[in-house]
């Protein structure tokens, strides 16, 4: 079965603070895709990235990356200099080759930053 | 082009009423997903759609939930004789294509009240 862990429920920091969001994931199967997404307050699910399982390089997108490690079935992400719009709920999400059709969602990380 | 439209956005509803929700997918998206978000909760998967046919209703938390979708887009998701416990936000989402682990795009949500 399929499992996805953010142990950090919520976590609240300073602006420009930097911030990382734990996921921690479980699958025996060999292909899989790990996925991030954000919730801001308005509500909608936001797609910010997906993984593939064999591709284990770290991606940078301006003040976000993603670092992923399988030894440790480990997929944080870590935003730089963080700003009050990155308020929000942020969801890693877990998707398998095993006849699941769908994600499998971690219960998510409620990120507050003040001013 | 346009996102995934849901309506409606709110619904407040009298236990033992029915409901029904409805989801347009982004044009040309053949995979369709209901899930559930209940406050503090993650997402509950409910439904997967392929085309106009349903491979995965696993989620389906009773037979009071059904779904259906007509003409590979529009999907319904009705709850009979609602109880308090389907209380929570109603979310669907759609992709190019099911069962690859492609995005998921999501709309806005029903929030849904049964009083």
């Known amino acids: 079965a399929q499992k996805v862990t953010q142990a950090q429920t919520e976590i609240s920091v300073v602006e420009k603070e930097d911030v990382t969001l734990d996921c921690v994931y479980e699958t025996r199967d060999t292909t899989y895709y790990l996925f991030w997404y954000k919730q801001p307050p308005s509500g909608e699910l936001v797609f910010l990235i997906r993984r593939n399982s064999f591709d284990e390089q770290n991606e940078i997108s301006g003040r976000y990356s993603w670092n992923f490690q399988k030894s440790t079935s480990s997929f944080n992400f870590t935003i730089t200099a963080s700003q009050v719009v990155d308020s929000a709920v942020y969801f890693c999400?877990?998707?398998?080759?095993?006849?699941?059709?769908?994600?499998?969602f971690g219960k998510g990380t409620m990120l507050l930053v003040s001013p | 082009g346009a996102g995934v439209s849901q309506s409606p956005s709110n619904k407040v509803t009298e236990k033992g009423k029915d409901v029904e929700l409805r989801c347009d997918p982004i044009?040309?998206?053949?995979?369709l997903y209901w899930y559930r978000q209940s406050l503090g909760q993650g997402l509950e998967f409910l439904i997967y759609f392929q085309g106009n046919s349903a491979p995965d209703k696993s989620g389906l938390p009773s037979d009071r939930f059904s779904a259906e979708r007509t003409g590979g887009s529009v999907s319904t998701l009705t709850i009979q004789r609602t109880q308090q416990e389907d209380s929570a936000v109603y979310l669907c989402?759609?992709?190019?294509?099911?069962?690859?682990?492609?995005?998921?795009?999501f709309g806005n949500g029903t929030r849904l009240t049964v009083t």
């Open positions: 989402a759609s992709s190019l294509e099911g069962g690859v682990g492609s995005p998921l795009h």
């Open positions: 044009s040309g998206h053949t995979a």
């Open positions: 999400a877990l998707w398998t080759n095993s006849g699941y059709s769908t994600l499998t």
